[in-house]
């Protein structure tokens, strides 16, 4: 069992740049595909980014360019730095992990957080 806890959430303005960040509790965190999800109000739970065991990155169309997925595996940690943020970015982000190689899947992920809420505000 993994246990995923998000931080870095919070309120920010239109443009403005965010650093979201998840622990893992394994072990074998550096065996796992990482990723990051965002939910917002009344939609479905979608793909942002992930990050593979050797370091592939993946992003959506909607974050790409202005979204960084970064891990440490001596740490157990994954980042998702946010930069020029926008009011469609609004939304609880999600910090999961998979024993696939990859996947933008929500059900290729077996782990997830309980999600940090990010909101941007002009």
């Known amino acids: 069992q993994v246990q995923l806890v998000e931080s870095g959430g919070g309120l920010v303005l239109t443009g403005g740049s965010l650093r979201l960040s998840c622990v893992a509790s394994t072990r074998t965190f550096s065996t796992y595909l990482m990723g990051w999800f965002r939910q917002a109000p009344g939609k479905e739970r979608e793909f942002a980014a992930s990050?593979?065991?050797?370091?592939?990155?993946y992003y959506a169309d909607s974050v790409k360019g202005r979204f960084t997925i970064s891990r440490d595996n001596a740490k157990n940690t994954v980042d998702l730095q946010m930069n020029s943020l926008k009011s469609e970015d609004t939304a609880v982000y999600y910090c999961?992990?998979?024993?696939?190689?990859?996947?933008?899947?929500?059900?290729?992920?077996?782990?997830w957080g309980h999600g940090t809420q990010v909101t941007v505000s002009s």
């Open positions: 990050i593979t065991r050797t370091g592939s990155t």
């Open positions: 999961a992990a998979s024993t696939y190689w990859w996947s933008t899947s929500t059900s290729g992920y077996n782990y």
